[in-house]
């Protein structure tokens, strides 16, 4: 920032380049000094940091002391604006800095994302209905709720709906295949399973399988973690799935093959079914080849029937075949080279990685000897090993588990996990290893196999050594250490190696280039492999990965295949910017609630066959995990409203814009804010629902308010019988920095207690304030008025404290009178708190941009409150509202004009350009 600050004392010999002004701020006063502006025919840019103009008057009822509507004031106000061909609105809007002087500013501002076109938008309203997502309502003090996508009110300008987002949401962020688990939630809270299942298939096509078997990425990010649990996403995604094979599919499955370029697809896993899916979506004819009898690749062959049951995966993989996937099973590929002498214009290689690494220590050929590939590959095609009573499995993660609790199954009666780190570096899914551990599994940790006994070529036992933890390895776990003279032999029957899986040595991904470790070499971002139009992904490129890890790349895969076909930049913006949701973003006050359990099948009952372990969620349990959901990015992108726009408006993809505003002038109108009354505990707000402040009681009694103007309590609905308004809170209290009267709250609490008594005559109504500040035109004979036509109580006197009765919820508040010099306890069912105003939230930074020093109260101070009332120190730069000092709505409005004449007489000197 660069502004220059001096200036001379003749405005006529000012060098002015621009004729243009700024207005900062769309309240009252911003608006009246934009309008005298572009009346004179100066353009005028009036930024307002809110999606409308209409600042705090919007959120009011009535003003003082006349009681005229303040809509009917508003509305025409707004609408002239917004017309006005000499005023260009820039809402939802931030000034990022300011540089130059007088008459040649450079003001930077930050036009946020609607993801709503103005242009096109209608403010119809149809998309409402369509979002899931419910929040507090700002403009209605969070009394009320409004959707994810909104219109402030009613007479918002301009008219166009906005749609509120934080950011991607961490679980999403965490999920390879980008998954958007806060869409899916968010549709299941309110009971629309078939529409969430969709948008979960928008990335992934395993809803059922993956909620079983994934390692859930998403759980270990989720931000409720932070205050409890996490939420059980990958549970959520299983009921969607299981729902719908109940009730069945809400819509047929309609194949629409539409392009003639035909792809081959080599691996049935979860990667190369992933990505005929993606492709047949977008039209293309896709065949799957696969070299085993059935698809599934490991999902099949690899996890144990009890955790994934095989009607399920057949299940998902018909649903894939219907899209128009053909998949050929039995199908081994000679060589890519034929493929393309067969037609198919892009290959995507997805052959795994099933080859079981060795522990490289001698006797591992020794009979009872299996690998986990092996092993489970048999005992799930109906073929199981023998086993004898004492099984030992090296290694710790699924696969070792998987082998463990499938022995367990196969009558073994102890077996052992032997892992070289502790339970803490355990890879496997944690639910798993507490299953295995009360189906009987003992864990041997921080150990290592050194040799394998052998007699007669037949396994005897192991040798093997204690460990102790290091520092950190390249993957982040600590280093497993030997500890010397620690070595003891374990007597086993049989040993099952499970320390991991990679490329196997031969196979078509060689006519690739491949890494020293046997894996297909690609661009990481495309997964373009060294021969054109021949992609790869899944383990065969990461080595021995997670199944959404490889449906990830399934995806990706198929992006970059229809940009090769379709001959664009196959990595243009394929990496795309996303914020995280940090915590602190986040509404964390929540009650705390525990994580819905997941039903099992009995021990017992359950190691005697390979029945699903777990049972799975019903819809009432599904939907109370579900209502965890904090919801961190509040909208969820399921982009339902884009659906139901009719005008295609809705854009989610948009991005901020960054302007740069030539401008003469600058007019501060950046309004106020109301003092956090929460500040003063012995008040009871926030405590005692009974006790609310004046702007939400605004809104309780506005037509247009959460309540359609019924003046209710908010314990229980019911209208009030006695209200006390307390005045001067946050105001005149030298203990709280506020020394200033706030000047304008005595008419407005009076205004206040008038609108209760014509809500109900029978209300009784009582003021508690320090003096009364009646300094307008009308002020003073209306409150003479409030007392005496409307029968409101005025006690002057301090408020020392408010009570409350548990039983019946009324208020005490407790006064010293001064009047009466007593003490008094009265009782009242609501209480009204009048908090003082304050400077606006980021004037300082507006300020400081400016180069203004900002007084002792935070206020920008004018020249000279009788002779400039409106200039400001910095030459140029105009003061109107409240920013300078708390004004009523006549007064905001008179600074509004006198700020624009001001900033006129520098304008009118700018050059006439041809």
């Known amino acids: 920032m660069t502004i220059d600050h001096t200036s001379k004392k003749s405005t006529s010999k ?8 700024l207005v900062i701020g769309g309240g009252v006063a911003g608006m009246q000094a934009a309008l005298d502006m572009a009346n004179q025919g100066f353009k005028v840019h009036l930024l307002e940091k809110t999606p409308s103009l209409g600042g705090k008057m ?125 869409g899916f939630i968010s549709l299941m809270k309110e009971g629309r399973f078939h529409d969430a299942l969709r948008i979960f298939r928008k990335s992934n096509p395993f809803p059922g399988v993956l909620g079983r078997v994934c390692i859930a990425f998403c759980e270990g990010e989720c931000v409720r973690g932070e205050l409890d649990e996490s939420v059980s996403i990958r549970n959520l995604h299983r009921f969607l799935a299981d729902y719908e094979r109940k009730h069945g599919p809400d819509r047929p499955i309609e194949a629409k093959i539409d392009k ?89 290689l997805a052959t795994g990685a099933s080859n079981s690494n060795k522990l490289g220590i001698a006797g591992e050929e020794a009979k009872g000897i299996y690998h986990a590939s092996d092993f489970l590959e048999r005992a799930n095609s109906g073929k199981p090993y023998p086993l004898g009573e004492k099984v030992a499995v090296i290694g710790g993660g699924d696969a070792a588990i998987d082998s463990a609790r499938v022995a367990i199954r196969l009558g073994a009666k102890e077996v052992t996990i032997v892992y070289r780190r502790s339970h803490v570096e355990l890879p496997a899914i944690p639910s798993e290893v507490e299953d295995a551990r009360e189906e009987g599994l003992n864990l041997l940790l921080l150990t290592n196999p050194i040799e394998i006994l052998t007699s007669k070529d037949e396994l005897r036992g192991i040798r093997c050594i204690k460990m102790k933890l290091g520092e950190p390895d390249h993957s982040g776990r600590r280093r497993p250490q030997v500890i010397r003279g620690s ?47 021949v992609f790869a992904g899944g383990d065969v490129v990461l080595g021995p990965a997670t199944a959404v890890k490889a449906v990830a790349h399934g995806k990706e895969a198929a992006i970059s295949i229809d940009r090769f076909l379709r001959k664009v930049n196959v990595e243009a913006d394929r990496i795309e910017e996303r914020h995280r949701v940090r915590v602190e973003e986040v509404d964390m006050e929540k009650p705390t609630e525990p994580r819905v359990d997941m039903p099992k099948h009995g021990v017992a009952g359950r190691i005697q066959s390979y029945t699903e372990v777990e049972l799975g969620f019903e819809q009432e349990s599904a939907t109370q995990e579900a209502e ?34 030539p401008v003469g002038a ?39 308010g959460p309540t359609h103007g019924h003046l209710i309590k908010l314990s229980d609905g019911k209208l009030p019988k006695s209200i006390g308004f307390i005045q001067c809170v946050g105001a005149r209290d030298v203990n709280r920095g506020v020394p200033e009267c706030s000047r304008v709250c005595c008419m407005y609490g009076i ?81 009204v708190i009048s908090p003082g105003i304050q400077p606006p939230w980021g004037l300082d930074v507006i300020a400081s941009e400016l180069g203004l020093e900002l007084d002792e109260t935070g206020y920008v101070p004018v020249k000279d409150e009788l002779l400039a009332p409106v200039d400001t120190t910095i030459p140029g730069v105009f003061a109107c509202g409240c920013v300078d000092s708390p004004k009523d709505i006549p007064d905001s409005v008179t600074a509004g004009s006198a700020a624009a004449m001001r900033a006129t007489i520098i304008l009118s000197q700018a050059e006439k350009k041809e």
């Open 628 to 661: 965890r959901c904090l919801g961190c990015a509040i909208c969820c992108e399921c982009e339902l409203c884009v659906e139901a726009c009719t005008r295609e408006a809705i854009d989610h993809k948009m991005q901020d814009e960054i302007i740069e505003l």
């Open 58 to 182: 919007a959120m009011i009822d009535k003003t003082f002391p006349t009681l005229d509507c303040s809509a009917c004031i508003l509305t025409p106000r707004l609408s002239e604006v917004s017309r006005h061909p000499n005023i260009e609105l820039h809402t939802y809007s931030d000034v990022i800095s300011v540089a130059g002087r007088v008459g040649d500013f450079k003001v930077k501002i930050r036009k946020r994302a609607r993801y709503v076109d103005e242009d096109k938008c209608s403010a119809c309203a149809d998309c409402v209905p369509a979002c899931p997502v419910e929040v507090p309502n700002e403009f209605d003090q969070s009394l009320g709720f409004r959707k994810a996508i909104y219109q402030p009110f009613p007479q918002a300008t301009p008219s166009t709906y906005t749609i509120t987002k934080l950011g991607t949401p961490a679980c999403r962020e965490a999920c390879p295949a980008d998954v958007n688990p806060q």
């Open 751 to 831: 205004k206040n207690a008038v609108m209760a008594k014509e809500h109900d005559p029978e209300i009784d109504v009582t003021i508690y304030y320090a003096d009364i500040r009646a300094f307008g035109k009308g002020f003073e004979e209306f409150y003479n008025m409030a007392k005496d036509r409307f029968g409101i109580k005025f006690i002057r006197g301090r408020v020392g404290e408010v009570m409350e009765d548990r039983e019946t919820g009324n208020l005490t508040v407790r006064v010293e009178n001064t009047d009466e010099h007593a003490i008094q306890d009265i009782e009242h069912d609501l209480v």
């Open 487 to 533: 070595e003891f032999t374990l007597i086993v029957d049989n040993m099952i190696i499970a320390v991991g899986q990679s490329v196997t040595p031969k196979g078509l991904h060689e006519e690739c280039d491949c890494s020293e470790w046997g894996t297909i070499k690609v661009n990481p971002l495309t997964l373009e492999t060294n021969m054109e139009g």
């Open 666 to 704: 600058i007019v501060l109108a950046a309004g106020y804010r109301l003092y956090d009354v929460s500040d003063y505990p012995r008040l009871g707000y926030g405590k005692f629902p009974n006790v609310i402040h004046a702007m939400e009681y605004e809104r309780l009694i506005n037509a247009s």
């Open 260 to 348: 003639d370029e035909r792809i081959a697809v080599v691996g049935a896993g979860p990667a190369g079914l992933a990505c005929g899916y993606h492709l047949v979506k977008m039209g293309y004819p896709v065949t799957v080849f696969e070299a085993q009898p059935e698809a599934g690749g490991l999902l099949r062959y690899g996890i144990p029937e009890y955790r994934l049951p095989r009607d399920i995966l057949a299940e998902e993989i018909d649903w894939i075949a219907k899209h128009g996937v053909k998949i050929k099973t039995s199908s081994p590929v000679e060589s890519i080279k034929s493929l393309k002498k067969e037609g198919f214009k892009a290959i995507f």
């Open 14 to 21: 000012l060098d002015v380049v621009s004729s243009e002004a």
